[in-house]
């Protein structure tokens, strides 16, 4: 019964690193968020990273 075992551990390691957030390297230690446009440092990005963000937030300099 090593596959019901194998199903469960692998059901239970979920990553929370990775929620599918894209990060785009704009700098030495700069990077981008593709979703909200927010500039982060690759600390901030991390914790970015777990927090829910909605395009347009970051948005100061209005291009329209
Ligand atoms: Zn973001």
Redesign the pocket.
């Known amino acids: 019964m090593t596959a019901d075992d194998k199903n469960e551990r692998d059901a239970g390691s979920i990553r929370t690193d990775q929620i599918g ?1 894209v990060f785009v390297l704009v700098g030495k230690d700069v990077r981008k ?1 593709l ?2 446009e ?1 500039l982060f440092t690759r600390r901030t990005a991390s914790e ?1 990273a777990r927090v829910v ?1 909605m395009p347009g937030i970051g948005m100061k300099t209005g291009s329209k």
């Open positions: 957030k968020c979703v909200c927010q970015h963000c």
